[in-house]
């Protein structure tokens, strides 16, 4: 059987004269959907009585409903039975590391919601192994029954040595290295040094230079007004950070796409509902605004898509028409691939999805193969999901830990200031905070009166002689045990914390025995895990086996008390967003981008 993939489509130069004979009624196509309404894209209107002749996985026409019949036969029928059929969506800024399953796994929860583009940025796995990590994905990507492209990772690391232990290191040198050796590579990944960006720093411009002297379109990430003028002039063409109305109409004003960022509210991701309100209130175009998911992880991949995004367009106030195209023909225009993605045009891929009336899939084709049928992935993705590319053994061998190491700092003997880390929903920012602690016996009864609970970093590259730094989290909520994860964003140290040093060593020694993982542990006793042995990122396993281990994550980590989600607990080494942060090299205070001691 010949792979499903990107590839399984042939490019258009080569099929033009076989579409135009099939248009042109003097062929028949291999596929007729008939009986639909079609969503166009392009004029933002839902055409009844329609039908759609598909040739070589290729839109040939879009006809009115029953044109079929005037044709000889030998062309198969599928009857959309008065649904909408649309583009398939077009999600134009993901992270596949987020979801804890590799690009072949992920491409079955994507078809499932009615996604068959993405648009990734792999910077996690490359500042755990740099260019080869990189490049695994894209092959990984390449065999998915799912189109992959790739913005290049940016900012790996997030800072600097002298603020963290990073695995990659991604100078502009190999930036240009990627572009040129990569066809999907078609964008540099969201610049996230946005300080430095629009400070003039010398090697987040090079970075920037490597894609703009290429024709490559620069993906961004930026808090703060002020910075929008300066970013703007550093060549950055699009966002997904835009967390309110004002901002967003100042990035849409100085010519920077915006991605309206749906998060699940399990996380704290859900900007488009603020972002939104510069088209609502303020009387700004949507033809300049695409949504996206960003970060989501197994189990919430399975019930939050990209349609569930779209859906939430619509309550925001965006008529079902505009915001499906916001979905799929803006996310497909911004990277100049519309002629190819996101409408149902002559020519296009037959990337379609069967909506009801609610904008939810029914089912979905791939390259005009069925891969989703009335909600169920057909024999043939199934058949396709179970030959997963398999990752380089050194993808096996990340998490190098050191045989010993202290996770927690010594009682203070006199009073003294804590440089605390206060933690609150959603959990992106992170509150400095001077906590005056008295003297004590013992941490618990510093824990009990000031709401702390211990948090370490864990350099788990081999490139240190076994850094860590201790903090401590205020309002964490944690009640007992501890809890740790190999997805310390950006760098991907351990990050764990604790109520006490048996429990946290515990979840060390688990990670490290696994080779990376989320895990909670209470007694002694790991109570969940997601083992992550990929990089210490991902799971080798299929998408709804990972979706089942994450669920009793999920659980337990609420039981354990924790106030803020994981994926936000995974954000507090991410030394990019104020105000303090904590990496293998200590305290960061956040944009100042200085080191603080925990105690002063």
């Known amino acids: ?57 290729r839109v040939a026409a879009v006809k009115p409903a029953g044109a079929h019949k005037a044709l000889a036969s030998g062309f198969a029928l599928y009857d959309a039975a008065g649904g909408i059929v649309a583009p398939g969506l077009v999600d134009p800024h993901i992270h596949i590391e987020s979801s804890m399953v590799t690009a072949c ?35 990984d990507a390449r065999q998915a029954p799912l189109s992959i492209f790739l913005t290049v990772p940016s900012t790996v690391p997030a800072t600097s040595a002298a603020l963290e232990t990073a695995g990659g290191d991604l100078t502009p040198d190999k930036i240009a290295g990627l572009f040129d050796r990569w066809p999907e590579a078609v964008a540099l990944g969201e610049k996230m040094d946005f300080v430095p960006v629009c ?29 929008v003028a300066a970013y703007a002039a550093s060549g950055v063409t699009d966002t997904h950070e835009a967390i309110d109305r004002d901002i967003a109409d100042d990035l849409l004003d100085a010519g920077v796409w915006i991605f309206l960022r749906g998060g699940p509210p399990t996380t704290p ?132 830990l050191p045989t010993q190491v202290k996770l927690t ?29 008295e003297p004590a016996n013992d941490w618990e009864t510093l824990f009990a009166r000031h709401g702390l609970c211990f948090v370490a970093v864990i350099e788990r590259h081999g490139k240190s002689a076994g850094n860590v ?13 501890a809890v740790a994860s190999s997805v310390g964003h950006d760098s991907h140290n351990i990050i764990v914390a604790g109520t006490n040093e048996a429990d946290m060593q515990t979840a060390v020694a688990a990670i490290g025995a696994q080779q990376g993982g989320v895990c909670v542990v209470a007694d002694g006793k ?35 008390g924790c106030t803020i989600p994981y994926m936000g607990f995974n954000l507090i080494p991410l030394s990019v967003i104020p105000e303090i942060r904590i990496t293998d090299k200590g305290l960061v205070l956040v944009p100042q981008m200085e080191l603080a001691p925990l105690f002063e």
């Open 105 to 139: 796994a992920y491409a079955e929860a994507a078809l499932l919601n009615g996604t068959t583009t993405i648009f990734c940025d792999s910077h996690e796995i490359g500042n755990v192994m740099d260019v080869a990590g990189v490049e695994a994905m894209l092959e």
């Open 199 to 227: 400070m003039g720093d010398e090697r987040s411009h090079a970075i920037l230079a490597a894609a703009l002297q290429r024709g490559r379109p620069v993906s961004g990430h930026v808090y703060g007004r002020e910075f």
């Open 526 to 560: 790991v109570r969940a895990m997601v083992p992550l042995p990929i990089a210490g990122l991902l799971s080798d396993k299929r998408v709804t086996e990972v979706a089942e281990e994450v669920k009793l994550l999920k659980t337990e980590w609420a039981e354990a």
């Open 1 to 57: 059987m010949t792979k499903l993939t990107r590839f399984s489509v042939a490019p258009l130069h080569t099929m033009t004269r076989r579409l135009a004979d099939v248009a042109s009624g003097r062929v028949a196509p291999d596929l007729v959907i008939t009986g639909a309404r079609v969503l166009s894209t392009y004029s933002e209107r839902i055409l009844a009585s329609r039908e759609l002749w598909i040739s070589g996985g």
């Open 469 to 481: 730094a201790h903090g401590l989290l205020k309002d964490f909520g944690l009640k007992r045990g």
């Open 409 to 437: 700092p010594e009682l203070p003997t006199k009073a003294c200031t804590v440089n605390a880390i206060k933690t609150a929903l959603p959990g992106i920012t992170l509150i400095h905070e001077k906590v005056a602690i």
């Open 269 to 400: 991701w859900h900007s488009l509902p603020q972002a939104i309100r510069t088209i609502t209130e303020l009387g700004a175009s949507h033809k300049r605004t695409a949504v996206c998911t960003d970060d989501r992880d197994a189990d919430d991949l399975m019930l939050f898509g990209l349609d569930w995004v779209v859906r939430e367009a619509v309550k925001a106030g965006m008529s079902p028409e505009q915001a499906w195209s916001m979905g799929s023909l803006h996310g497909a225009t911004r990277f100049a691939m519309d002629g190819e993605i996101g409408g149902l045009g002559g020519g296009r891929r037959a990337d379609l999805v069967l909506l009801d009336d609610g904008l939810k899939p029914q089912s979905t084709w791939y390259g005009g193969e069925l891969v989703v049928d009335k909600g169920r992935i057909t024999p043939l993705l199934d058949q396709a999901l179970s030959r997963r590319y398999q990752y380089p053994k050194a993808a096996y061998a990340t998490v190098k």
